[in-house]
């Protein structure tokens, strides 16, 4: 069974930056598209990002494009969401996520295409 673990949230300024990972234990990361998804307090989950292994695929929601950047390290079995230029709204709790086959198409209406998730990590941007 895959397990994943997030890390790297905390409080930061507005206009700042984090980097939150997530370690991947159970399967070799190279077979499984990726994606992060956030949920602010009294709000659904919502897709941030996500990545396809062997496609190469990879879908942003237009709140966080071209300020946040996902990647993975397969040797470190590890990916990665890199966000710069924080805003106040990006706050919430972060999920890692992880899936043999996505479409990675339209991260905002797939987070049911899911099976392994993360605890989650909290992302507080103050302004």
């Known amino acids: 069974q895959l397990h994943l673990v997030e890390s790297g949230g905390g409080l930061v300024q507005a206009g700042g930056s984090l980097t939150l990972s997530c370690e991947v234990s159970?399967?070799?990361?190279?077979?499984?598209?990726i994606a992060w998804f956030r949920q602010a307090s009294g709000n659904e989950r919502e897709g941030v990002s996500c990545h396809t292994s062997s496609r190469g695929t990879t879908n942003y929601a237009p709140s966080v494009k071209g300020r946040f950047t996902i990647s993975r390290d397969n040797v470190k079995n590890t990916f990665y969401l890199q966000m710069h230029n924080l805003k106040p709204e990006d706050t919430g709790v972060y999920y890692c996520?992880?899936?043999?086959?996505?479409?990675?198409?339209?991260?905002?209406?797939?987070?049911?295409?899911?099976?392994?998730w993360g605890q989650g990590t909290q992302v507080t941007v103050s302004s």
């Open positions: 159970g399967y070799s990361l190279y077979a499984y598209d």
């Open positions: 996520a992880a899936e043999l086959w996505v479409r990675c198409a339209d991260i905002a209406s797939e987070s049911v295409d899911f099976g392994s």
